[in-house]
């Protein structure tokens, strides 16, 4: 029972030391445009952090099976009920599963590129190919915060343009905080 108790005490300050954060997230408040043909990893957008927030349903999950367990104990000790014992560990491993399981859905979801289902994707193109000239050889979106996404883009153009002016034709979009585009003329194709 000490032992359960040390270490519900310990779970619930990491999980008050993860909530903090989990609950404001931090902001950056900017967003970035790339030089052509640069591929740098930035993540910096304002939004759930799915790495803080799997440590945190972590530490919550070990405090509620450390609850768990006290209760078990403490039954077992003056009721006699020993079976809770083994009751409460069936019950805590569906609680974690079913947590883990969540967990796995979203992050699933971001690695498998699904963002690319959203309707800010036709946007983007939209945006990028609305002038009759420029077309998006690849694009790839992801999401980087709650209701946010990078854009990752490769543009040809025959007309010389930057990536600059593709940024502010984007920008009109307020859910698009980070972008790395690389444009590339067509010489062969100019008219």
Known sequence: LV?????????LLSAWLLGHG???GHDHGHAHDHAEGSHADHHGASGEDLNLRAAYVHV???ALTS???????????YAGWAWLDALVGL????VIGKWAIGLLRETGLILLDSEMDQPVVREI???IEGDGDSAVADLHVQRVGVGQFAVVATIVTHRARTAEEYRERLCVHEELVHFNLEVQHCRSCAS
């Open 67 to 77: 609850v768990f367990a006290i209760a078990a104990l403490l039954a077992g000790k």
């Open 22 to 24: 989990h609950d404001h």
């Open 91 to 94: 019950l805590g491993a569906v």
């Open 60 to 62: 919550l999950a070990d």
């Open 3 to 11: 032992v359960a108790a040390i270490g519900l005490g310990f779970n």
């Open 125 to 127: 193109r939209e945006a």
